[in-house]
């Protein structure tokens, strides 16, 4: 069976190659007509591709004019039905290749030699293809049909080519174009064809085409394709045609937000107003912020007891789900919202007689959001956990518990962004 989809481009050219010097301009707006078909062509999901040939083929050689001018009131084709075309409501199920196939040889009229019957399947959300040979004593004429979906602007004829569309009683939109026979020195010959696409309120859309020949790129065989515009749209009408599975299309997810970006003194700020009691702060620092995707702040505090130094940073990046004891000394547990809570009580700074010397204690917590904010705060028994200075307390100012409760604070904003 020809493959519809790679013959556009050669009926564009053979069509364009037989025409004279004076039709230039014809072929130039042909071409440009032709790339906005072939933009909506990709654009929807399920057109059909004998419906996008029938509109290449009328671009280059000119569509006969079945209708009248825009501005008069159009009837049907002739011999189209005048009456509403019913859609079944009742579930059907889906037709493949050979359905369809059956119900063009069962539509064609008796007494006509039928062969070389051919079909396809289109899976879901294609279209099914099949097409025959047809004789009436006078000639082969090949007659293909293809039935599927198109799923933006169904029967919207905005976008058809001029004097070639009609919106049918049902509000179904029936696009049709003759294309003449071409010669040239009367020597080169092609075969001429009618076409026509049906697309109904619903989306489903039946499209055929009868050629004047036995085959797409085949020799002439007849004067006339066996099948009129008229016979073709009475064709297209029939209820019997089925179609294939209908692709679900499914909205795109919204993109996820992005974290904001936060400034460091508000998250300086923040920590301020969760630090329990009312000790002395001093000695405010802040670092990262803006697009560096982490904001750290921390101050000095002081409850009578000696100062400590209680940090805190913000970050937002891959989910923890689990438990995942990388530090060795870490407390673990996954908690009842998802959270996953680690900490750390009274670890040393130092692994060697720095310890001794120093004595620098820290109690720390981890806190990791299943959307993968973390929050990480530290405290210490002196002014810094590498601050190379004695400790200035027993033990850190504050303890896991209290640490744990800082962090759950509802009033963190955390940042985004990478650097």
């Not at 100012?397 to 904003?413: F, G, H, I, R």
Request: proline content about 8%.
């Amino acid at each position: 069976m020809t493959n519809l989809n790679d013959s556009l481009p050669d009926l564009m050219r053979r069509a364009t190659e037989h025409l004279e010097p004076e039709s230039t301009d014809l072929v130039e707006r042909g071409m440009q007509r032709g790339a906005v078909l072939r933009r909506r062509r990709t654009a929807l999901l399920s057109v059909s591709a004998v419906g996008a040939v029938l509109a290449t083929a009328g671009i280059v050689v000119g569509g006969t004019q079945l209708f009248g001018s825009p501005d008069q009131k159009q009837a049907p084709v002739a011999g189209a039905p005048t009456k509403a075309v019913t859609i079944p409501t009742k579930a059907v199920p889906p037709a493949t290749g050979k359905d369809t196939l059956a119900t063009l040889r069962k539509l064609i009229p008796a007494g006509l030699q039928v062969s070389k019957p051919t079909s396809m399947d289109g899976g879901l959300g294609g279209q099914n293809s099949a097409s025959v040979v047809v004789n009436d004593g006078k000639g082969a004429s090949w007659l293909m049909v293809t039935t599927g979906y198109a799923y933006l602007n169904p029967t919207d004829c905005s976008n058809s080519l001029p004097n070639t569309c009609t919106i049918q009683p049902d509000g179904s939109a029936l696009e049709a174009v003759a294309r003449e026979a071409i010669s040239r020195n009367g020597n080169l010959k092609e075969a001429s064809s009618n076409s026509v696409m049906l697309t109904r309120p619903n989306g489903t859309q039946v499209a055929l085409t009868s050629m004047s020949a036995a085959g797409e790129g085949s020799p002439v065989t007849r004067k006339q394709p066996l099948f009129s515009l008229a016979e073709l749209a009475k064709l297209a009408a029939s209820k019997s045609w089925g179609f294939p599975p209908k692709m679900t299309v499914q909205e795109p997810a919204p993109p996820t937000p992005k974290p904001p970006v936060v400034p460091v003194q508000a998250t300086l700020a923040t920590l301020k107003k969760v630090i329990p009691g009312h000790p002395q702060l001093s000695g405010p620092t802040t670092r990262g912020g803006g697009t560096n995707g982490y904001n750290g702040a921390s101050y000095l505090t002081n409850d009578g007891k000696g100062a400590s130094l209680l940090d805190v940073m913000l970050t937002t990046g891959a989910p923890v789900k689990k438990c995942q004891d990388e530090r060795g000394l870490a407390h673990c547990k996954v908690r009842s919202d998802g959270s996953v809570l680690l900490w750390e009580k009274n670890i040393p700074s130092y692994g060697d007689s720095r310890q001794q010397r120093y004595g620098i204690l820290g109690n720390s917590v981890t806190l990791y959001y299943p959307d993968g904010r973390t929050i990480s705060l530290w405290s210490f028994n002196g002014l810094g956990e590498k601050a190379q200075v004695k400790h200035t307390r027993a033990t850190p100012a504050y303890t896991t518990e209290q640490l744990t409760t800082m962090a759950d604070s509802k009033l963190w904003v955390f940042p985004g962004g990478t650097k």
